[in-house]
């Protein structure tokens, strides 16, 4: 069966520091990867998604950058972290069929003070 | 551009009651409509998909319906039990891409 992985669970950080959250696959391969950020109150909003190794599609503009160094592998980073980046990280995967649903990680949440 | 909304944002019922969550999108030329179990602090759990051709989908107490050309999908529950209270989510896959886009979702609490 497939899982997926999201560390850390928990993330503390101030102002102007930099940031890798990391996503894994496992129990598939060539999956459809996706970060999403949900902050407070509001909905799910797409930040990348990738269709392959070293494929990303950025859907909004930010500091945030993503990477797919590996097939089941997919980094969220940031250089310098600001306040607004407050939020819940949450990763997912999704077979490269239409018609297939998404699976989504436990999630990383991240506070920058 | 795609958008969903979910009406209304919260919801409080007692158990054993039936109800209904709305979901509606604006670009009817979607692949699937999702809908999606939050509970609080956790990811996302996958309830039920409905594809592009079909018009609903069931599983135990739960049923979703789509009708694309009215832009609505509805999420059915049957007797509710406080089990169920979470924040329920649905998202569109439009054609032609691998994006989902979610709708802000509806808390719902069903009181014992």
């Known amino acids: 069966s497939q899982t997926i992985h999201q560390w850390p669970a928990t993330l503390v950080q101030p102002v102007g520091s930099p940031l890798s959250l990391e996503c894994t696959v496992e129990?598939?391969?060539?999956?459809?990867l996706y970060w999403y950020r949900q902050a407070a109150g509001r909905g799910l909003q797409l930040l990348f998604y990738?269709?392959?190794?070293?494929?990303i599609s950025s859907e909004v503009p930010q500091n945030l950058s993503a990477s797919r160094p590996q097939d089941r592998q997919f980094i969220l980073s940031s250089k310098k972290l600001l306040l607004s980046d407050s939020g819940f990280y949450l990763c997912?995967?999704?077979?490269?069929?239409?018609?297939?649903?998404?699976?989504f990680g436990p999630g990383t949440r991240l506070l920058v003070l | 551009k795609q958008e969903v909304t979910q009406i209304p944002a919260a919801l409080s019922v007692p158990e054993g009651e039936n109800l209904v969550l709305n979901c509606s999108f604006t670009?009817?030329?979607?692949?699937?409509l999702q809908w999606f179990r939050q509970d609080p602090g956790k990811g996302l759990t996958s309830l039920l998909l409905?594809?592009?051709?079909?018009r609903e989908q069931t599983s135990g107490r739960l049923n979703a319906s789509l009708d694309k050309s009215s832009g609505r999908s509805t999420l059915y529950i049957a007797a509710s039990q406080p089990g169920d209270s979470a924040t329920y989510l649905c998202?569109?896959?439009?054609?032609?891409?691998?994006?989902?886009?979610f709708g802000t979702g509806t808390r719902l609490k069903v009181l014992a």
């Open positions: 129990g598939t391969s060539n999956p459809n």
């Open positions: 990738s269709v392959g190794i070293g494929q």
């Open positions: 409905i594809q592009s051709s079909q």
């Open positions: 997912a995967w999704s077979v490269r069929r239409a018609e297939e649903t998404q699976y």
């Open positions: 670009d009817s030329a979607i692949y699937n």
């Open positions: 998202a569109a896959r439009t054609s032609g891409t691998y994006k989902y886009i």
